[in-house]
């Protein structure tokens, strides 16, 4: 399955009988892909399609991202047909709408976005450890003093939230009441603020990661005012498709989430799950640097423009080189987040068996860049 990438502006975009037609001035020819061999269709330039090859695109399950092609705009997922199980959604609303079991699921959500965040920074001081003598790595400003503190300010962070149960000799003989013992607590609110500390943490200490040419000073967005943080930012809205795409494919409702309230226009529960593999992310975008596959050529820096620093058209083609290698595994670790959250919540919320043995709660079994953590 091919994810393809159209980057040239003017290019004109048909289907002829379930094949993928694109046109360009200096193409000999247009290029011919067949739908059924064509997973996903990303746009990030100004082009001319038709409504007849967007049905085809949702009748082939093909998603599509059509990133903003000015200086303004928001990111456009199309994601094709609905999942049909409506029951899974009502599993869904069931959770969201109980103050308990929302609770420890944003939590859980919590607690493994920190626990990533503190293996992505040990991952990456590894990684400058085992590094040549010949200084390819930026690691001469930063001390390693500096990197286990923050790693360990992570992990007190994480450890507020590990499961604890007031009476766990006795097991719940209805399946909401597994929530009814777990303490503590914790509001949304809360926990958005312990995520915000853990972030700020995590930020501050990745941030040193990078050479001063890239005045990668801190995590700012919209506009983003370095090039990191024009790739991390890129790299985020390709993640928050492919699980929107995760969401849909499974049945869940992507705008009601668990650690996200609803918002108009957010995809609440696609950006829960885009948390539990932002590290991911982050420890490749370190890569692209570190490794010099992006370099200061690659970008526009105007220090007095709205729009201080954009991604050049010669580091669009890197990045999205770069981006092809690591979107399978992306894509699915979304799914197979999606998938264990939905049989944990049919297994608790409706077919539990109160004589059965109990199994740990968590819709996520493993990071695919780390050890498995203690859920």
């Not at 399609?49 to 997922?77: D, K, Q």
């Not at 790693?151 to 962070?157: A, C």
Request: glycine residues 4%; charged residues 20%.
């Amino acid at each position: 399955m091919q994810n393809i990438v159209v980057d040239k502006k003017g290019s004109q975009l048909s289907t002829q009988r379930n094949i993928l037609i694109i046109h360009y001035q200096s193409f000999a020819k247009p290029l011919s892909i067949p739908l059924s061999q064509i997973q996903s269709l990303t746009i990030t330039s100004q082009v001319d399609l038709s409504s007849t090859l967007l049905t085809r695109l949702s009748e082939n399950a093909i998603s599509v991202c059509i990133l903003p092609s000015g200086r303004s705009g928001e990111a456009c997922f199309l994601l094709g047909s609905w999942h049909a199980g409506r029951e899974r959604r009502t599993q869904q609303y069931a959770v969201i709408d109980n103050d308990e079991a929302r609770s420890y699921w944003a939590s859980v959500v919590v607690r493994l976005k920190l626990h990533q965040q503190a293996t992505t920074l040990s991952k990456i001081q590894n990684c400058i450890l085992s590094a040549d003598s010949t200084g390819n790595t930026h690691a001469s400003q930063i001390t390693l003093i500096e990197i286990e503190s923050s790693v360990q300010k992570i992990k007190s962070l994480r450890d507020k939230f590990r499961k604890r149960y007031t009476n766990t000799s006795t097991k719940p003989d209805q399946p909401s009441s597994i929530y009814d013992g777990y303490t503590p607590q914790y509001q949304i609110s809360s926990l958005l603020g312990t995520e915000g500390v853990g972030s700020a943490v995590y930020f501050k200490c990745y941030q040193q990661f990078f050479a001063d040419e890239w005045r990668f000073y801190s995590r700012n967005r919209r506009p983003p005012k370095d090039p990191v943080n024009v790739v991390l930012s890129l790299s985020y809205t390709l993640l928050q498709h492919l699980c929107q795409n995760a969401t849909y494919s499974v049945g869940f409702d992507p705008y009601h989430g668990l650690l996200h309230s609803p918002n108009y226009g957010r995809q609440s529960l696609a950006c829960d799950f885009a948390e539990l593999q932002r590290s991911t992310i982050d420890f490749w975008v370190w890569q692209l640097f570190d490794q010099n596959i992006l370099d200061s050529a690659d970008f526009s820096m105007a220090n007095d423009s709205s729009y201080p620093c954009e991604l050049l058209k010669s580091g669009r083609s890197k990045f999205y080189k770069a981006f092809a290698a690591i979107r399978p595994i992306l894509s699915k670790t979304a799914l197979s987040h999606a998938w264990l959250w939905q049989n944990r919540l049919q297994r608790y919320h409706c077919h539990q068996d109160a004589t059965s043995v109990q199994s740990p709660l968590s819709f996520v079994s493993h990071h695919p860049e780390a050890p498995t953590p203690l859920l």
